[in-house]
């Protein structure tokens, strides 16, 4: 577990936070979405909140959970040991370094597992923050969602292979 200096902590995701981190991802898609994407996509990006946070997709790899006053309020997962598979937060959280801190935190995990090159499927939303943290685009995609295309990012950081 860690202590943020306001208050806030991280420990690692239980099967039995399913329903509070499918309300997480749908709020933060619900309100960070639109300012990316249009309301097509962000209703079918919106209904992928479930199967995100499905209780046996928390069980594989690392899955990070940021608490406000027992409040979900940011996640993360590395899966595999080198791709952060998820990144999420909540609003009224989001832009104050949660996020960050989460994806310090699955870095520090990921190195201590023996990567040294992690990658992230970035959503435009997501883009910019992967950049300040050294992920360089290494290929742009258009990928399906619930028979709507969106547009995302292949980024890297660190040694390649």
């Given amino acids: 577990m860690n202590l943020l200096p306001d208050g806030l902590r991280i420990r690692r995701a239980l099967p039995a936070d399913a329903s509070n981190l499918a309300d997480l991802f749908r709020r933060a898609v619900l309100g960070y ?11 079918a990006w919106a209904q992928s909140a479930e199967a995100v946070a499905a209780p046996e997709r ?5 899955t990070l959970l940021a608490e406000a006053a027992g409040e979900a ?5 590395l899966c595999p040991d080198d791709h952060i598979d998820l990144l999420y937060c909540a609003p ?4 104050r370094g949660l996020a960050s801190a989460v994806l310090a935190a699955l870095e520090a995990e ?3 597992r023996g ?3 992690l990658s992230v499927d970035a959503s435009l939303v997501a883009r910019g923050l992967f ?4 992920y360089q685009v290494v290929a742009e995609e258009a990928v399906e969602l619930r028979g709507v295309l ?5 980024m890297v950081k660190g040694a390649a292979p």
Avoid at 33 to 43: D, H, K, L
Avoid at 92 to 95: A, C, I, L, T
Avoid at 150 to 154: A, E, I, K, N, T
């Fill in 73 to 77: 309020a940011c996640v993360g997962r």
């Fill in 131 to 134: 950049a300040k943290h050294g």
């Fill in 110 to 112: 990921a190195h201590q």
């Fill in 58 to 62: 928390l069980v594989h790899g690392v």
């Fill in 115 to 117: 990567a040294e090159r």
């Fill in 33 to 43: 979405g639109p300012a990316a994407y249009s309301p097509e996509q962000v209703t």
């Fill in 150 to 154: 969106f547009r995302r990012f292949r």
């Fill in 92 to 95: 009224p959280h989001g832009r």
